[in-house]
């Protein structure tokens, strides 16, 4: 384990990886809803944003998930197809996460992506609240002009950290964030 306790829980996912057959070199499609949130991508974009921090390159997600997949009579299959095992190799982008000297020494705008009520109870202070809810449309992303009028407030010269008690929510914000060229960690 490295100092920061950080390679372990790489390794791990490495090798959950490679045991479900993928390597890092393979095209990825997720999709996938978090039931316990009440529906929605975030579980989705949590393991998007999980592989472009171990550095994987060709990495997709399924917007609209599921349901718009059957909807446009799209083909499913009614078993998980099961592939070899390989061997997955991370090459971690370290510029994806926001350790605590980055977010003292840099200064990065911050957003808390819980929801409200629990921004009320406390936050990080000099934080804003922007929930994670807020960039969906339904289980969608809202439109470009849409993210770019909730975002307005932010400086795009300056990193902005997302953040929620997990960082599965947090993701949500992350990944509209990321698209619309933020520094986003």
């Known amino acids: 384990i490295d100092p920061g306790g950080?390679?372990?829980?790489?390794?791990r996912m490495a090798g959950i990886l490679g045991e479900a057959g993928i390597s890092e070199n393979d095209s990825i499609i997720i999709y996938g809803e978090c039931q316990p949130c009440g529906g929605g991508p975030s579980a989705a974009t949590y393991v998007f944003w999980i592989l472009k921090y171990l550095g994987h390159e060709d990495v997709?997600?399924?917007d609209g998930g599921i349901d718009d997949w059957v909807a446009a009579a799209n083909p499913t299959a009614p078993e998980p197809e099961r592939l070899a095992p390989r061997n997955y190799t991370p090459s971690i982008d370290a510029d994806l996460l926001a350790t605590y000297d980055f977010v003292c020494d840099s200064r990065p705008q911050i957003i808390d992506a819980r929801t409200g009520k629990e921004f009320e109870a406390g936050?990080?202070?000099g934080a804003i609240n922007i929930p994670y809810t807020s960039v969906l449309e339904g289980k969608?992303?809202?439109?470009?002009?849409e993210l770019n009028e909730l975002f307005r407030d932010l400086q795009k010269d300056n990193s902005v950290v997302v953040y929620?008690?997990?960082?599965?929510?947090?993701s949500m914000i992350w990944l509209p964030l990321t698209l619309l060229g933020y520094d986003a960690r």
């Open 6 to 11: 950080r390679l372990e829980p790489i390794s």
């Open 60 to 62: 997709r997600l399924l």
């Open 123 to 125: 936050s990080i202070p």
């Open 140 to 145: 969608r992303l809202r439109d470009q002009s």
């Open 164 to 170: 929620t008690n997990t960082g599965v929510k947090a």
